[in-house]
């Protein structure tokens, strides 16, 4: 049976939100109104980016004061709006589970909690969280969904992995923007300098589709919350101290599974919006042909990701480079 014939086309809604750093209640209200939005426009599955709900702070205290569990006050106004609206929400937040504290994605739908994905790449101005070491796929009404939150995504390791789970769908949850690769303030062109030539092979490399959403607009730090050193580590400069205002791209996109740009937010506007794409299931199965393959085991006959020699794979598992693993040896 195909994947088109069983799912019905998606419409997504991608929200660009501009999120105040460590205000729980004014980022809420705005998300459940960015959900109301999504809803009226006929959005089933509407998402927001990297830590939108308490915004991307970095002060070990104040991410962990202001976690909340799947089933706290925030996440039961979601599934309240969620249920009434019959659609899935998909949330960056700050996610507690019992002691631990992750940078998570959770996904509420109208029956409540479907799950979440956690930051497995913890970078920098992460380190208040604990790691995590799994990747999820969840069930949004038929269609199979992974996601990789900001620097996850640049694991081509993180996609596959979530492709071979099954996933059709990836989104790709950024907080990205404030600072460019040679961490210098960034530019207007930077993000997509730095990230659209990768996205695309994501789709292409795994034949699924890939939505992305970025934070959007300008923030000022006033309580000093969202520091580039909040721990005042010496020789560690401080870029970012109390007061700063924080420009964010305001991006979303929408890539098909043969790893075509079909929908994106206005690139000249850095504020939040709404981008809506509709995904046709029927795109799946024209990037899944068949392709008949010589394997050690016999001929065989699969789309792109089931004929992988995987028996020639094995230096994907090894840590570095190879001239990095002689160094270690000697």
């Not at 999120?19 to 599955?45: H, M, P, S, T």
């Not at 050690?296 to 693993?325: K, M, N, W, Y």
Request: aromatic fraction near 8%; glycine fraction near 10%; hydrophobic fraction near 40%.
């Amino acid at each position: 049976m195909s994947k088109a014939s069983t799912l019905q086309p998606l419409r997504v809604g991608l929200v660009p939100i501009r999120a105040e750093f460590g205000d729980v209640a004014k980022n809420l209200a705005n998300i459940l109104d960015w959900i109301e939005r999504a809803g009226a426009q006929g959005a089933k599955l509407v998402c927001f980016p990297e830590t939108a709900l308490q915004g991307y702070c970095s002060v070990p205290e104040v991410v962990r004061r202001l976690a909340e569990p799947a089933d706290g006050p925030s996440c039961q106004a979601i599934h309240q709006y969620a249920q009434r609206l019959g659609l899935v929400v998909s949330l960056g937040m700050s996610l507690r589970q019992g002691e631990r504290v992750f940078n998570s994605q959770v996904f509420i739908g109208p029956s409540g909690y479907l799950g979440a994905q956690h930051k497995i790449h913890l970078c920098g101005f992460d380190k208040v969280y604990d790691l995590a070491s799994d990747w999820n796929v969840i069930d949004i009404g038929g269609w199979k969904m992974g996601t990789t939150i900001c620097y996850d995504s640049e694991f081509p390791e993180a996609a596959r992995i979530l492709a071979v789970k099954g996933a059709d769908l990836l989104l790709m949850s950024f907080a990205n923007g404030r600072r460019n690769w040679k961490n210098q303030a960034a530019q207007v062109g930077d993000w997509q300098d730095e990230h659209m030539p990768f996205i695309p092979s994501r789709a292409y490399d795994n034949r699924m589709f890939v939505v992305g959403v970025n934070h959007g607009g300008e923030v000022r730090d006033v309580e000093g919350n969202a520091l580039a050193n909040p721990e005042g580590q010496e020789g560690v400069l401080e870029w970012a101290p109390r007061g700063s205002l924080h420009h964010w791209t305001g991006y979303a996109f929408a890539i098909n599974p043969m790893g075509r740009l079909i929908a994106e937010a206005d690139r000249t506007d850095h504020g939040e919006k709404l981008l809506t794409v509709d995904l046709d299931p029927a795109l799946l199965d024209e990037a899944r042909y068949p392709c008949p393959v010589k394997l050690p085991s016999g001929p065989d006959c699969g789309d792109f990701v089931h004929v992988r020699r995987t028996d020639t794979f094995a230096e994907i598992l090894l840590p570095g480079r190879a001239e990095d693993r002689r160094s270690d040896r000697t």
